[in-house]
């Protein structure tokens, strides 16, 4: 059963940089050929795919993010992790982390819980 766990600051202020961890367990984010995506979902609001990082190491974000996110790896610990700049409180969102089936349609089949994430002065 792979299972997939969020964790980091629930709290930020406007500017700061966002820093969020995934913990995978029951697969390994090498395997090939899964990706192992972001995503979130503000308050009242549909879900908003952030990117991912591949069982390569490659990364792809959302063009609307994609200059103020980063998404890397540390594949000793089995983790992948989220950093997203200068916030503002439109980042305001359940962030979650989910394993992509890397079959070009974003098919996701494990997610994680989610942790919410506010920003606010």
């Known amino acids: 059963q792979v299972q997939l766990q969020e964790s980091g600051p629930g709290l930020l202020k406007p500017s700061q940089t966002l820093s969020l961890t995934c913990t995978v367990s029951g697969d390994s984010i090498t395997t090939n050929y899964y990706y192992w995506a972001w995503i979130r979902q503000p308050p009242g609001k549909g879900l908003e795919w952030i990117g991912q990082?591949?069982?390569?190491?490659?990364?792809y974000y959302s063009p609307s993010l994609k200059s103020r996110t980063s998404i890397s790896r540390d594949t000793s610990n089995n983790q992948f992790s989220l950093q997203l700049s200068s916030v503002t409180p439109e980042d305001t969102a359940v962030y979650y982390c989910?394993?992509?089936?890397?079959?070009?349609?974003?098919?996701?089949?494990?997610w994680g819980k989610g942790t919410l994430v506010t920003v606010s002065s």
């Open positions: 989910a394993r992509d089936l890397g079959d070009g349609q974003g098919a996701m089949d494990y």
């Open positions: 990082i591949r069982y390569s190491g490659n990364t």
